[in-house]
């Protein structure tokens, strides 16, 4: 074959350093998601959501087959909190966590999941981020330990 044909759909989610709420201005979560779009875009992927709340995102992207995940993952995080630093410098605190979570998504599952990171702030009225990666990790069939999800 001549060349490579990949549908590579992932799910990422990652907190802020401490589970910290950093990002309670929305007009700033707005601002670095759509950073965190752009970030997509120069790895020659789409963003096809990106959502969160205070202390975490969720990012929904269809990614292109040369970055491991951990590449892609490192990118957006580096490149994102170095925007943070040095477009709002009240935030100088400001750092994602080491970990991450990552899933793979059926293209039948995308609207559901579209839906869910739209609704993060409603959804979190209820359930903390960290309650909120347990029960992925565990739909997902991740095996975890709790004490490193602080």
């Not at 549908?7 to 979560?29: C, E, Q, S």
């Not at 087959?65 to 040095?86: E, N």
């Not at 059926?106 to 739209?118: D, F, N, T, V």
């Not at 990790?137 to 095996?143: D, F, S």
Request: proline share 2%; aromatic share 10%.
């Amino acid at each position: 074959m001549g060349q490579s044909y990949c549908n590579l759909l992932y799910h990422m989610v990652f907190g802020t350093k401490h589970i910290r709420p950093f990002l309670t201005d929305p007009d700033i979560r707005r601002r670095l998601h759509a950073y965190l779009g752009g970030i997509v875009r120069e790895m020659n992927g789409i963003a096809l959501c990106i959502g969160g709340t205070e202390d975490h995102v969720h990012i929904y992207a269809k990614m292109h087959q040369d970055f491991s995940v951990s590449t892609m993952l490192r990118t957006i995080k580096s490149k994102s909190s170095g925007w943070v630093h040095r477009t709002i410098p009240e935030l100088g605190e400001f750092q994602w966590q080491n970990g991450y979570a990552c899933f793979t998504v059926s293209q039948s599952g995308e609207a559901k999941l579209a839906c869910y990171i739209q609704r993060q702030e409603i959804h979190h009225h209820a359930r903390s981020f960290r309650d909120e990666l347990i029960a992925l990790l565990k739909a997902h069939r991740v095996e975890f330990r709790e004490a490193f999800l602080q």
